[in-house]
């Protein structure tokens, strides 16, 4: 079977390049029935925001955690659901007030479910949730629940799913900030970001197609460190390829010793960051790597480094664009792991959740 054959039956395929049209009616939903507004009146002000997942789940809260105290001013952070359940109390401070928020598309993922039920039964802690489903073992053990029905997927790797939520969570932070010009702009994203998906698809497809890499590895800073994290599980899971994650800074420290025209260096350089991402972007050119990189805006000296360059467009603040990040990280991993002739609908060794024997 050729690749372009693969492709047209592939449900990942759809549910990524669908995501303009999933996120602008997940935000059609959320405002017609008022979820964010009713959530956001009931969350405590003077408290710190933890946010928990498992997978993509858990790089969701991590971009969440950033965007949330970038937003809010709140702080806030993220830890997998294993770490509270194995050490609590390296996680939890008696003193500090902590608003904890759970993060999975099923609502079954055993340890989010048994760290929501941790919390609310042991700590008392009234807990926070977000899904794309209903009626689920989370919906139970959580005070409360935001649902996002539209993005949720029929394959087992998470798409559409991670960049619905994340806006989200990124729309509930503005709601409580009482920030509506940040409200405004992440409604703006679905129209700005299709025509950037519909021009990044094949090119992303002509650049898999092209070459042949042993090791992939994805840097991002700040915000988008989260992004960069899922970034090198897309293409885990989909081709089954070696891939890491760092941040941009750190790879000068030792990693850059695997360096060369057989690895994929994929920066996603923040606006914040730009300058001193760029200098690590030329160093490692400079060692004879293939860069990807993906930038809201870029200037001639990331041109000449960029082996593939994905520029956004997107006029709105840094803080509310990460989503867009995704997608082409997503085809990267669709495609190569096409190339290499897995099913992408149904990857080896996985399941849509991780349900646990009691």
Known sequence: ?????????????????????????????LDADGQLERVATRL?????????????????????????????????????????????DLVLNESTKCQPVLVSRSGHSSEVVRAAQYLEKVRKIRTLAISCSQHHPLDEA?????????????????????????????????????????????RTTPTAAQPVLDGVNPTIQEFVAARTFADYVF????????????????????????????????????????VGPETLITFLLSEAGYASEREVLEEIKGLGATTLVITNRADDAV????????????EVPESVRLAAYLPPLQLLGLYTGLKKGYDIDRPRNLSRAVILAQ
């Open 1 to 29: 079977m050729k690749v372009a054959d693969q492709v047209s039956e592939a449900i990942t395929q759809n549910e990524i390049l669908s995501q303009p049209h999933c996120w602008e009616e997940c935000f059609r939903r």
């Open 44 to 88: 405590p002000k003077d408290a710190e925001y933890l946010f928990i997942g498992c997978g993509s789940s858990y790089y969701i809260s991590q971009a969440a955690a950033a965007s949330w105290e970038i937003i809010t001013g709140t702080r806030a952070w993220a830890i997998p659901a294993s770490e509270l359940l194995l050490f609590p």
């Open 142 to 186: 959580s005070s409360a629940t935001i649902y996002l029905l539209p993005a949720d997927e029929k394959s087992v790797v998470m798409t559409r799913s991670f960049t619905s939520m994340l806006l989200g969570l990124q729309a509930l932070a503005a709601c409580f900030a009482e920030r509506k010009e940040l409200a405004e702009a992440l």
């Open 219 to 258: 840097l991002g800073q700040g915000p988008l460190f989260g992004i960069a994290s899922e970034g090198q599980l897309k293409i885990k899971e989909m081709s089954c390829s070696y891939a890491q994650v760092f941040h941009t800074m750190e790879f000068r420290h030792g990693p850059k010793a695997i």
């Open 303 to 314: 041109r000449r480094q960029a082996d593939l360059l994905v520029e956004l467009k997107l």
